[in-house]
T-cell receptor
Framework: AQKITQTQPGMFVQEKEAVTLDCTYDTSDPSYGLFWYKQPSSGEMIFLIYQGSYDQQNATEGRYSLNFQKARKSANLVISASQLGDSAMYFCAMREASGSARQLTFGSGTQLTVLP | DSGVTQTPKHLITATGQRVTLRCSPRSGDLSVYWYQQSLDQGLQFLIQYYNGEERAKGNILERFSAQQFPDLHSELNLSSLELGDSALYFC???????????FGPGTRLLVL
């Protein structure tokens, strides 16, 4: 089974509007972390935001916020006031705490296009 | 700029050859991770090192190997290259094992 599912291969949003990118995850580990990364066309992976499974509040970083719904196993990224520079591929990722491995498991990504 | 450096940025080689990709983690980071990004497989974890020791292996082929040196830089060796090894190879680093991973700019490998 997929551990991270991003069901939106592509999304369009008008400049200055808000957009939500969906992410659902699957784990039986009670301790885990959820991450969002941005990959512009230049290729680098840029860390955006982190949410721990025990965090009581939803994470926020500037225009980025994470809508964490633990019971639904969802960790959607909300980008407010979209800018043209937000056009990129966005990846949701999870790190499970059990065992010795601390690698990230990534979803397939959502290509966001911001329209002027 | 994440502070993680990778060289070279681009690499073009032929099938059957061997290449070495190099990664320098952020200052103070002890963990290094290697990931492969390809069109068909997406982003996949290959291997992790922590303070010089291998900690976890993912979908890393037998033809691939890696190591982390005492100065904490890491190298990923890819041998007997095949067309399917063409991909973007990322190195990421974190301070320990629980912290956020910061990615380097990647090495784009093209096998002809």
């Amino acid at each position: 089974a997929q551990k991270i599912t991003q069901t939106q291969p592509g999304m369009f949003v008008q400049e200055k509007e808000a957009v939500t990118l969906d992410c659902t995850y699957d784990t039986s580990d009670p301790s885990y972390g959820l991450f969002w990364y941005k990959q512009p066309s230049s290729g680098e992976m840029i860390f955006l935001i982190y949410q721990g499974s025990y965090d009581q509040q939803n994470a926020t970083e500037g225009r980025y916020s994470l809508n964490f719904q633990k019971a639904r196993k969802s960790a959607n990224l909300v980008i407010s006031a979209s800018q043209l520079g937000d056009s990129a591929m966005y990846f949701c990722a999870m790190r499970e705490a059990s065992g010795s491995a601390r690698q990230l498991t990534f979803g397939s990504g959502t290509q966001l296009t911001v329209l002027p | 700029d994440s502070g993680v450096t990778q060289t070279p940025k681009h690499l073009i080689t032929a099938t059957g050859q061997r290449v070495t990709l190099r990664c320098s983690p952020r200052s103070g980071d002890l963990s290094v991770y290697w990931y492969q990004q390809s069109l068909d497989q997406g982003l996949q974890f290959l291997i992790q090192y922590y303070n010089g020791e291998e900690r976890a292996k993912g979908n890393i082929l037998e033809r691939f190997s890696a190591q982390q040196f005492p100065d904490l830089h890491s190298e990923l060796n890819l041998s007997s290259l095949e067309l399917g090894d063409s991909a973007l190879y990322f190195c990421a680093s974190s301070e320990g094992q629980q912290e956020t991973q910061y990615f380097g700019p990647g090495t784009r490998l093209l096998v002809l």
